[in-house]
């Protein structure tokens, strides 16, 4: 066969990729809008009566399985990505015995830290996809059993190359939970209840970071080996797994439906039965993986919506990587605290996001669900969702200010490790406002646009370690922050412009259902 018609037939299979997932997005769109709270259009009403869709009130559909059974599932995502993010900043207190027996630089110790950050720059363009093709449960079964796999290599690890090979691979394998988990409540929970539901999700992300350092730290005070800690690491991966393999079903509807199928054609002997899913078997293997790397980008690079919030998110992620460069220069260098007291300087950050989640659960949820009810049978545009980071953009711009100003040896280690808990509020406060924000505009795509939204995070928290300490050695850390801060005070804006134009940019939106 020629090139040409090798293009040909590659562009032919792409376009039947396309077709085949509009037309999973349309019936994922009947599905939600026979969810919505009084809504009249029932299944019965679906066009083709052998494409097959849950019933009303179908327990077979995660959002109908029992509460504890969703609130469990729910907290085992969390757990998850509580896992991956740990292992990312752990070694941070530990580099300094790494240093020693393998004789490398501080800068070549940072990346045992950016590399996991940017195995997440390349895992999402896989997990995200993947999990809208195969579901979510083999997705996390793979990924955490190499993901665990990595956690002993770099235990063992003999010399510098294979402990920075491990981490960037563990990262890979460690960014399933990323995208996946936020996809797994998606998959449980209405929007009535998805905003408490991601409240205590959106917590592990920073709570692992920020316990990361704390533990290292005082292993290393200990004098325990290096290599314990990613012992630690290994456990605690492991039984990840063994959660996820005997706990976990699978959530994602449409492959549930797919099953139901099966079950509907073994039963009636008629073959004319089909999921929506099932149409993308009949696509080659090239042109389905084409689509599934490309379509987390094709999302970003179509959304301005996705765009601002992934450019705000990510410069937020890259500032939180970059406190595991800056705080030891300011506890350590600038108060002479040891490596396990300076862990404890991460914790406001961590006590600071449980505050936000405390009051996003009491109070902005409960005025999301007056909403829900005020609006019903229609549901609440997305835009509701950006009440926290309105109030938040700012705080979080303040705490910059805040911690950098305070942070001179002649005043008070309480001051600029107060201000770490402004700055966990206020980035939890963020991070759940536009996790919602996305999720409720991009409902059926969600995963994908995690994805997008992760990959370009993670390239900003892998980046910003390695320039962190050459950043606070010129400037001071007075000046370094306040940079910083006036950074985070130009994207003040973008939550409100959000709000305002919102509904304009998803009424243009390919993707936004509306």
């Not at 490398?104 to 996809?129: H, K, M, N, Q």
């Not at 793979?142 to 920075?164: D, E, H, K, R, W």
């Not at 905003?195 to 990361?212: H, Q, V």
Request: aromatic letters at 14%; hydrophobic letters at 45%.
């Amino acid at each position: 066969m020629s090139r040409s018609d090798t293009s040909s037939t590659l562009s032919a299979e792409s376009q039947r990729v396309s077709q085949v997932d509009a037309e999973l997005e349309r019936a994922q769109s009947r599905e939600y809008e026979s969810q919505r709270p009084g809504s009249k259009e029932h299944l019965d009403e679906k066009p083709d009566p052998y494409l097959v869709l849950f019933e009303e009130n179908d327990p077979a559909h995660p959002q109908n399985w029992s509460k504890v059974k969703k609130w469990y599932l729910t907290m085992a995502g969390g757990l998850l990505v509580l896992n991956a993010t740990f292992a990312s900043s752990a070694p941070s207190g530990v580099i300094q015995q790494m240093m020693e027996e393998f004789t490398f630089s501080r800068e070549v110790g940072v990346l045992t830290i950016s590399l996991f950050v940017a195995g997440y720059c390349i895992g999402p363009l896989l997990w995200g996809p993947l999990s809208e093709q195969y579901g979510r449960r083999i997705v996390f079964l793979v990924a955490f059993f190499v993901y665990t796999g990595f956690q002993v290599g770099c235990a063992l690890s003999p010399n510098t190359g294979s402990i920075i090979v491990f981490r960037l691979l563990g990262g890979f394998f460690a960014s399933a939970p990323l995208t996946n988990s936020g996809a797994l409540i998606s998959d449980l929970w209405n929007a009535k209840i998805r905003g408490k539901a991601l409240a205590m999700f959106t917590l592990a992300p920073f709570a692992g970071p920020a316990l990361g350092p704390t533990v290292a730290g005082y292993m290393n005070v200990a004098g325990v080996s290096w290599r314990w800690l990613f012992w630690v690491l290994t456990i605690f991966a492991g039984s990840c797994w063994f959660l996820i393999l005997f706990t976990i079903p699978e959530t994602y509807a449409p492959l549930l439906l797919v099953e139901k199928a099966k079950r509907i054609r073994k039963s009636t002997g008629d073959d004319r039965y089909y999921a929506a899913l099932e149409g993308q078997g009949k696509t080659s293997f090239r042109a389905r993986a084409e689509h599934i790397l490309a379509r987390p980008f094709k999302i970003l690079f179509c959304e301005p919506m996705l765009m601002a919030v992934t450019m705000y998110m990510s410069f937020i992620y890259g500032c939180l990587y970059l406190l595991f460069e800056s705080y030891p220069i300011v506890f350590q260098q600038g108060h002479g605290l040891n490596t396990g007291a300076t862990g404890l300087m991460y914790l406001p950050i961590a006590i600071g996001g449980a505050i936000a989640v405390c009051i996003n659960i009491f109070y902005f949820n409960a005025r999301y669900e007056d909403s829900l009810k005020r609006r019903a049978p229609e549901p609440v545009p997305p835009e509701k969702r950006l009440e926290m980071a309105v109030l938040a953009a700012p705080l979080y711009a303040i705490s910059f200010f805040w911690f950098g100003w305070t942070s001179y040896p002649s005043i008070s280690y309480w001051s600029p490790m107060i201000a770490g808990g402004l700055m966990g509020c206020s980035i939890c406060f963020l991070f759940m406002s536009l996790f919602n924000y996305i999720i409720d505009a991009y409902l059926h795509a969600a995963a994908s646009a995690l994805a997008a939204n992760t990959v370009c995070r993670s390239i900003f928290g892998a980046a910003f370690p390695l320039f962190a300490t050459q950043m606070y050695d010129a400037l001071n850390p007075r000046w370094a922050t306040t940079l910083l801060g006036f950074i985070a005070l130009v994207m003040v804006p973008i939550p409100l412009v959000l709000k305002k134009f919102g509904p304009t940019l998803r009424a243009r939106s390919r993707y936004a259902p509306h």
